[in-house]
C-alpha cells in the first residue's frame, strides 16, 4: 500500500458528461501527479500541483483541469468526455516538487473511467 | 527532449531463470531513471532508481539494474525469477524538458513479463 488513495475505483459514464476523480496524497506529500494510461498511449503524465498550485504541465487536454485543495488532495476533472479518454487515471504523490533527481513518486491504485 | 525506449514488449521466462528487461533512454540534461512495476489491477510500485551514485543500483525483490551512459542504458536484471515476479515493467526517465523547467516523468511502453511455472 502505497499511502496514496484514489476514489472512485470505478466510473462508468456516457460521451458528454463530467466528471471528478479524486486523490488523496501520502501524509506529508506536497506534490500530486495525475497519470493517464491507454492501451495506445500508454502512461502519459497529465499535470503536477505542488503546495496548492500548478507546478507542471504534461499532454492534458483542454477539456481537462485539475486543483489541490489547502488539505492537499487533489482532483481531475474531466469534461465533455469522449470515448477515447477511457482510460486507467492514476494520481502520484510526492515530498519534494522536482528539485530532488532521485524524487520518488508513490502511485495510488487508480480509477478506471470507462465512456459508453 | 526525453524518451525512453522498451526493447521488448513481452518476456517469457521459466521459474528459477534469470530476467533481463531491456531499456533505452535519451535525454538532454542529468536524468534521474527508474524502474516500476504494475501488478494487474494495481497501481505502479518503484522497483529502484537511479541518480547519479552508484551505477549499479538494487532495488526490492533482487531486482538490479546496471546504468551504462556510453550506451544510455538502463536494462533491469534478476539472477533467478520467481513466479510473483510476472507483471508489467515500466521504464522511467526523470528529466528536465528544458534548462530551468520542472522535471517530468517519461515512461516506457512496458515489458509485459511471464514466468512460466
Known amino acids: 500500500d502505497s499511502g496514496v488513495t484514489q476514489t472512485p475505483k470505478h466510473l462508468i459514464t456516457a460521451t458528454g458528461q463530467r466528471v471528478t476523480l479524486r486523490c488523496s496524497p501520502r501524509s506529508g506529500d506536497l506534490s500530486v501527479y495525475w497519470y493517464q494510461q491507454s492501451l495506445d498511449q500508454g502512461l502519459q503524465f497529465l499535470i503536477q500541483?505542488?503546495?496548492?498550485?500548478?507546478?507542471a504541465k504534461g499532454n492534458i487536454l483542454e477539456r481537462f483541469s485539475a486543483q489541490q485543495f489547502p488539505d492537499l488532495h487533489s482532483e481531475l476533472n474531466l469534461s465533455s468526455l469522449e470515448l477515447g479518454d477511457s482510460a486507467l487515471y492514476f494520481c502520484?504523490?510526492?515530498?519534494?516538487?522536482?528539485?530532488?533527481?532521485?524524487?520518488?513518486?508513490?502511485f495510488g491504485p487508480g480509477t478506471r473511467l470507462t465512456v459508453l | 527532449a526525453q524518451s525512453v525506449t522498451q526493447l521488448d514488449s513481452h518476456v517469457s521466462v521459466s521459474e528459477g531463470t534469470p530476467v533481463l528487461l531491456r531499456c533505452n533512454y535519451s535525454?538532454?540534461?542529468?536524468?534521474?531513471l527508474f524502474w516500476y512495476v504494475q501488478h494487474p489491477n494495481k497501481g505502479l510500485q518503484l522497483l529502484l532508481k537511479?541518480?547519479?551514485?552508484?551505477?549499479l543500483v538494487k532495488g526490492i525483490n533482487g531486482f538490479e539494474a546496471e546504468f551504462k551512459k556510453s550506451e544510455t542504458s538502463f536494462h533491469l536484471t534478476k539472477p533467478s525469477a520467481h513466479m510473483s515476479d510476472a507483471a508489467e515493467y515500466f521504464c522511467?526517465?526523470?528529466?528536465?524538458?528544458?534548462?530551468?523547467?520542472?522535471?517530468?516523468?517519461?515512461f516506457g511502453s512496458g515489458t509485459q513479463l511471464t514466468v512460466l511455472p
Open positions: 522511467v526517465v526523470s528529466d528536465r524538458v528544458s534548462s530551468g523547467s520542472a522535471r517530468q516523468l517519461t
Open positions: 500541483y505542488y503546495n496548492g498550485e500548478e507546478r
Open positions: 537511479y541518480t547519479s551514485a552508484a551505477t
Open positions: 535525454s538532454s540534461y542529468s536524468p534521474s
Open positions: 502520484a504523490s510526492s515530498v519534494s516538487p522536482d528539485s530532488n533527481r532521485g524524487n520518488e513518486q508513490f
